[in-house]
């Protein structure tokens, strides 16, 4: 079946450093991306979309230039957070969908667990 | 835009007992639905899902849920639950087009008590 590789799966940075988080669909092309974030106890808030080949688009009041999002090919989508703050320690999880797949359901990464000291 | 609300915040069950968990979403165009579990610390997984054709479907470990339309509704139900049923449940939705985000409920955390 699809799979969605995530990478890191942990990572602890200092604060006022930048983290690259991978997403990789293993074996399907995935066109779009999501990026969620999860807090302790709570539900997946979506980020925002990630388009391969176009810039991404956020969500209402997620900061573009904090979380910059790249998606240079159909099985790559990356994360960065920059200027890391302890504020930013989370859950984020990544997904995507088959291409050519109207209504197909997301397959999720593992997910990476942020923490910012 | 859409929302998804989940009637429960916390549920607390003793093996054996009958479950339905609620949820509601607002959108009036055609959607998808989903219904995802994360047991602890682990990843999501899909339970099932409804894009069309018959309202009742089935899912993994005796899962099941009823679309109805006219509520805007989408509950799971399991007849028996399982300690190993334990985990927080996620309902979702996104509009019937191509590769549209989905929007996830604020989830309900079920306890079975063994």
């Known amino acids: 079946g699809a799979v969605v590789s995530q990478h890191p799966s942990w990572v602890i940075c200092k604060s006022g450093t930048s983290v690259k988080i991978e997403c990789r669909s293993l074996?399907?092309?995935?066109?779009?991306m999501f990026w969620y974030r999860q807090f302790p106890k709570q539900s997946l808030m979506l980020m925002a979309t990630s388009n391969e080949g176009s810039k991404a688009t956020y969500e209402q009041g997620v900061e573009k230039d904090k979380f910059l999002i790249n998606h240079a090919s159909l099985t790559l989508s990356t994360l960065t957070v920059t200027s890391a703050h302890p504020e930013d320690s989370s859950f984020y999880i990544c997904?995507?969908?088959?291409?050519?797949?109207?209504?197909?359901?997301?397959?999720f990464g593992n997910g990476t667990r942020l923490t910012v000291t | 835009a859409q929302s998804v609300s989940q009637h429960n915040h916390h549920v607390i069950l003793s093996e054996a007992a009958s479950l339905e968990l609620g949820c509601n979403y607002s959108y009036g165009g055609t959607v998808n639905l989903f219904w995802y579990v994360q047991y602890p610390g682990q990843h999501l997984q899909l339970l099932l899902k409804y894009f069309s054709g018959d309202p009742l479907v089935k899912g993994i470990k005796g899962f099941e849920a009823e679309f109805i339309k006219s509520k805007f509704s989408f509950n799971l139900r399991k007849p028996s639950v399982q300690w190993s049923d334990t985990a927080e449940y996620f309902c979702a939705v996104n509009k019937k087009t191509s590769y549209d985000k989905v929007i996830f409920g604020p989830g309900t955390s079920l306890s079975v008590i063994p």
């Open positions: 074996d399907f092309q995935a066109t779009t």
């Open positions: 997904s995507a969908s088959f291409r050519g797949r109207s209504g197909s359901p997301l397959h």
